[in-house]
């Protein structure tokens, strides 16, 4: 379960960030994962909840933004969406010349803090 050390992480970036200014408490974090991350949604919450006891985080909002997996068939020229980041195939065209747009990696985009 690699969500456990993906949240460690998260949390130490939102601490790190927190003692930048006078924070009682961060209240939010809005998270964007990639569309082939590989992570479970609810595993994250799950560890997200665990890992910020008795921190400043505790009882921290975890808001998940999920990337489609957006890209760009060449050979028949059509956004299209992959359903799986092992099968780069065009669904329309059965292609192969494809530019991904998505990515693999999870990005805190915001926290809120009193």
């Given at each position: 379960?690699?969500?456990?050390?993906?949240?460690?992480?998260?949390?130490?970036?939102?601490?790190?960030?927190?003692?930048?200014?006078?924070?009682?408490?961060?209240?939010?974090?809005?998270?964007e994962l990639g569309a082939f991350?590989?992570v479970e949604p609810e595993a994250?919450?799950?560890?997200?909840?665990?890992?910020?006891?008795?921190?400043?985080?505790?009882?921290?909002?975890?808001?998940?933004?999920?990337?489609?997996?957006?890209?760009?068939?060449?050979?028949?020229?059509?956004?299209?969406?992959?359903?799986?980041?092992?099968?780069?195939?065009?669904?329309?065209?059965?292609?192969?010349?494809?530019?991904?747009?998505?990515?693999?990696?999870?990005?805190?985009?915001?926290?809120?803090?009193?």
């Amino acid at each position: 379960m690699h969500e456990i050390t993906l949240c460690q992480n998260a949390l130490e970036i939102m601490l790190q960030q927190a003692a930048k200014h006078p924070v009682k408490k961060i209240t939010a974090v809005w998270i964007e994962l990639g569309a082939f991350s590989c992570v479970e949604p609810e595993a994250l919450h799950f560890c997200f909840d665990m890992v910020c006891r008795e921190t400043l985080a505790e009882g921290c909002q975890l808001h998940l933004i999920v990337q489609d997996a957006h890209s760009w068939c060449h050979d028949c020229q059509k956004n299209i969406e992959l359903m799986n980041p092992s099968v780069l195939l065009c669904p329309q065209c059965g292609g192969r010349n494809l530019r991904i747009d998505a990515d693999n990696g999870m990005t805190i985009k915001r926290l809120e803090i009193e």
